[in-house]
């Protein structure tokens, strides 16, 4: 790709990966909300918002992109970052290359004329992505589970990108696999694979015999009722981002420890993260680059 300009505003350790692997390719990079830092970055860091978008072609926000749908996901900044203010300052030419835009961002963007892409829409950055998530999840059972993964019995609820690398991994390490779907090719496709398919109308059955159960399906899937058939010993690991897919108050009341494991890619692996989003951010460039 040829020498861009680029500012990262916000987000966690793997923006400021990000931020420095850019610059490593020649191109010019700003960075704004990173003051805050306990580390090195190496690049300019502007004081003033205006001055660190004004020439650039893209601003590359975090992932996720907000936590209250009002100010960016910075949690090196001293001081809140409102993406409209982000937008106001944008001009035509300029592109928003973020994770998890919501729909009220988009509504703004919209407002001001904007251009934006969501990051985690990407199937490249999605599937890439699902690698850390599931690494970290097996790392979480292995710390809080008193029984070894391999020979046990773990449940990996949905078979999206998430559940299909992560019921690999597991395979992987010996586990007795058993996942979740709802859908009639995705059941053939995980008996092709070796595992244990469970129909979701049949979990009831299968709740009792886990050792761990990985939820990845993002809405409430482990509420009360299904909670009550779960054992005491049973460790949850919940990977689905916000509202999460388990009831954690009803957990926590019948004493079945339940870890909301969210964001792990920046927190297990930020550098190979960041690699993964500058990679999908070239791909989006070269395409617009095409597309004029």
Request: aromatic share 8%; charged share 25%.
């Amino acid at each position: 790709m040829s020498s861009t300009s680029f500012t990262v505003i916000g987000g966690d350790l793997r923006s400021a990966k990000l931020a420095n692997f850019i610059a490593m390719d020649g191109n010019k990079v700003n960075i704004f909300g990173f003051k805050d830092r306990d580390f090195e970055i190496n690049l300019e860091e502007y004081d003033d918002l205006n001055c660190a978008i004004a020439d650039s072609n893209a601003i590359i926000g975090p992932v996720p992109c907000v936590n209250d749908n009002q100010t960016l996901n910075a949690p090196f900044s001293k001081d809140a970052i409102n993406f409209e203010d982000i937008f106001k300052l944008m001009n035509k030419n300029q592109i928003f290359i973020a994770g998890k835009i919501t729909e009220k961002i988009q509504m703004c963007a919209k407002k001001y004329d904007v251009k934006f892409v969501d990051l985690l829409e990407r199937e490249e950055m999605a599937v890439l992505n699902a690698i850390p998530t599931a690494e970290g999840a097996i790392s979480i059972a292995m710390q809080h589970m008193p029984i070894t993964l391999h020979h046990c019995n773990s449940l990996v609820l949905g078979f999206g990108r998430i559940g299909k690398i992560l019921s690999k991994m597991l395979h992987g390490i010996g586990s007795n696999v058993f996942v979740e779907a709802r859908k009639y090719h995705d059941i053939a496709w995980i008996n092709s694979y070796g595992y244990n398919s469970v129909f979701i109308n049949e979990l009831p059955n299968y709740f009792e015999k886990m050792d761990v159960i990985f939820n990845t399906i993002p809405e409430m899937i482990l509420g009360e009722k299904q909670l009550s058939k779960i054992r005491k010993d049973t460790l949850i690991v919940d990977l689905a981002s916000k509202p999460g897919g388990v009831d954690l108050k009803k957990a926590k009341e019948l004493d079945i420890k339940t870890i909301w494991a969210l964001s792990l890619p920046g927190k297990v692996a930020p550098e190979t993260s960041a690699k993964f989003i500058k990679d999908t951010i070239y791909n989006i460039m070269g395409e617009m680059e095409v597309e004029r």
